[in-house]
């Protein structure tokens, strides 16, 4: 694939949808570029931050319809949220090393598929076992001040692209939001 077809691509492991939008993307073939969005913006942090137990409840049901469309086991449990910048902190490891893919696709499938808590250093370190990566340096990377200044200035490039929300794919400038996006953004690039 060229230069050219290069997407942005915004993820959080936090979000189910980014889970099916990112496996989506792949199964595409879609040349990703991954950028955590794990700081957000003051603009729209409040946005984000609000409670809604309605719309939680609803997102649930909703995830697990369109895990058993794309034949993906949902787990009956799904672990609290947790320091999500420590966790990306690891990918962010990982992904300096090349292997952030194997270690994002692990990590997915962990939260999503197994109800593990990514929070937890030997479920990250278990996960680096699998994927065949030092999970000493994940877990090194999770205090890292650097690897965690690195994640913050990422706010400046979703603010560019007024991300609000994961996955989000950026293409020639433009947004797509959403896993039900990717195949109308395929299309696009195909054209």
């Known amino acids: 694939m060229n230069k050219e077809n290069k997407i ?16 989506k993307a792949l199964d595409f073939n879609l040349n990703l570029e991954f950028v955590p969005f794990c700081y957000a913006p003051k603009e729209i942090l409040e946005a984000i931050m609000v409670a809604n137990p309605f719309k939680s409840t609803y997102l649930m ?8 469309e794309e034949d993906i086991v949902l787990s009956e449990t799904i672990a609290a949220d947790c320091n999500w910048p420590k966790v990306h902190a690891a990918w962010l490891s ?30 990250i370190k278990s996960l680096c076992e699998e994927i065949d990566y030092d999970g000493e340096k994940a877990v090194l990377a999770m205090d890292n001040i650097e690897y965690d200044k690195e994640l913050k200035s990422l706010t400046k490039l979703s603010r560019k692209y007024q991300v609000f929300g ?3 794919f950026i293409y020639n400038n433009e947004r797509f939001w959403g896993q039900d996006r990717v195949k109308v953004l395929s299309e696009k690039i195909n054209l």
């Open 94 to 123: 990982a992904e300096k090393d090349g292997r952030g893919l194997n270690f994002m696709n692990k990590a997915f499938e962990f939260r999503w598929q197994k109800g593990l808590d990514l929070g937890n250093k030997n479920v």
């Open 8 to 23: 942005l691509c915004f993820f959080n492991f936090r979000s189910p949808y980014a889970y099916l939008g990112v496996k």
């Open 166 to 168: 994961v996955p989000m």
């Open 61 to 68: 049901e909703d995830c697990k319809r369109i895990f058993k």
